[in-house]
């Protein structure tokens, strides 16, 4: 599991992250949308592992919408939704179990020890 696509409208919140991410050696797309990151997904030799997008994020398409596309059409890829959990919770009332998988603001750290265990977890199902 080598590379993130960043799905989060906020562009400094992108920026600093996907940079972490760099620096902790991980390749990172970056998106401001839920379209745009289908344009990414659609690359197959980017070879996507990770989708981590902002449960808020703005647009025709829902981060909800977004992670139902990648669990359909590209399996392979884990989605991490990332969002305060009161937000989440108001566009998501009837998806209790698809809240959000990670708070915001980011902390890098638990963001990059995230994406550590679900490497793991990929290797060992491998």
Known sequence: MNTVLLVDADVIVRNQLA??????????????????ARTFLAE???GIDVVLVDARLPGTETAFALRGFVASAHPEATVILAGSLDKAVDHAADLCEDGPDMPKPYDPKSVLDRI??????????S
């Open 19 to 36: 940079e972490f991410l760099r620096e902790c050696g991980l390749r990172v797309v970056e998106a401001s949308s839920a379209e745009e």
């Open 44 to 46: 197959a030799a980017l």
């Open 116 to 125: 550590k265990r679900l490497r793991a977890e990929r290797d060992r199902e």
